[in-house]
């Protein structure tokens, strides 16, 4: 018996039961088999259900599994459990398919990676939040504080992110947006074509641009390379006080800095540090004590 993820292969039936099988039973207990191989079973979703939940906990699930010989002592229940068991999962998919799909992912201190019911795929960043409401012919997503990768499955239905500076409309494509808490907020086009859509004006991007809000409003702009999803912070010839507010969004603390040195520009790689080993390289870079708190 199989599914689009796991394959079940009996190679000895008669360790099935304490009696061997009969030619009649073992042949049955065959087609069977063979006929729930051909059925089209659905995607129940499991793993996104896991998924939710580890985004609710803040941390990966690790469930230990001991391997223990089954032991069945009646052919014809077990048949009767088969047949019961493939006629569930189709009732199941019929029920699935009838639903629409709202949830909320969020992450804390660690990045972590989502695929929706569509195909598409997200990857939030620290301390970011989504509201997703996929419903008929429409898929939306909310992004409500953070920095979140989008790899959107193409299909027919427009999929669109809504942030507070305005909406993302595509229909499959691969971007960045970032929407922190007094970080300017920008969208990077990696792949594809996307419009984003404010209150006054329509922009649309081509792969390497990127749309970002600036003092005079939003401006069309050189992308910037995405590395946060590598686990990197990368700042070329940026004034310090905006990489201390990118710091203090990222890792949701705060860097004390001597404020004679905020409007100062460095280059800075950050990769894979905490907050702790991060204020660390600051310290060598700028030469004085860097804390958090």
């Known amino acids: 018996m199989k599914d689009s993820n796991h394959i079940y292969q009996y190679s000895d039936y008669s360790s099935l039961s304490n009696e061997p099988l009969s030619d009649k039973e073992e042949l049955l207990l065959n087609q069977i088999f ?26 990966p699930i690790v469930i230990p599994i001991t391997k223990s010989k089954p032991h069945f002592y009646m052919f014809k229940w077990l048949s009767a459990a088969i047949v019961l068991l493939i006629v569930s999962i189709g009732l199941l998919q019929y029920n699935n398919s009838q639903d629409s799909f709202i949830e909320t992912f969020q992450t804390q201190a660690n990045a972590n990676s989502f695929t929706l019911p569509d195909g598409t795929e997200i990857k939030l960043s620290t ?131 001597p404020e004679s040195l905020l409007n100062e520009s460095i280059t800075l790689t950050i990769d894979q540090l905490d907050a702790l080993k991060t204020a660390d390289l600051l310290s060598k870079v700028l030469n004085v004590k860097v804390e958090v708190e």
Not at 36 to 59: C, F, H, I, N, R
């Open 34 to 59: 063979e006929k729930s191989a051909q059925y089209p079973y659905p995607s129940t979703k499991v793993d996104l259900e896991w998924q939710k939940l580890e985004s609710k906990l803040g941390m």
């Open 127 to 257: 301390y970011s939040q989504v509201n997703v409401n996929f419903k008929g012919k429409s898929r939306k997503v909310e992004l409500l504080n953070g920095e979140v990768y989008f790899n959107v499955k193409h299909n027919k239905t427009p999929f669109v992110v809504h942030t507070q500076s305005g909406d993302i409309s595509v229909l499959g494509t691969v971007f960045n947006v970032k929407n922190r808490l007094n970080i300017p907020f920008h969208v990077v086009l990696l792949q594809g074509l996307i419009n984003f859509e404010t209150p006054s004006n329509v922009f649309e991007l081509t792969p390497g641009q990127m749309i970002q809000n600036t003092s005079s409003g939003f401006k069309l702009l050189e992308a910037t390379p995405v590395v946060w999803i590598e686990g990197k912070l990368e700042f070329k010839n940026k004034p310090l006080h905006e990489i201390i507010s990118e710091l203090n969004a990222y890792y949701k603390v705060k860097f004390i800095v």
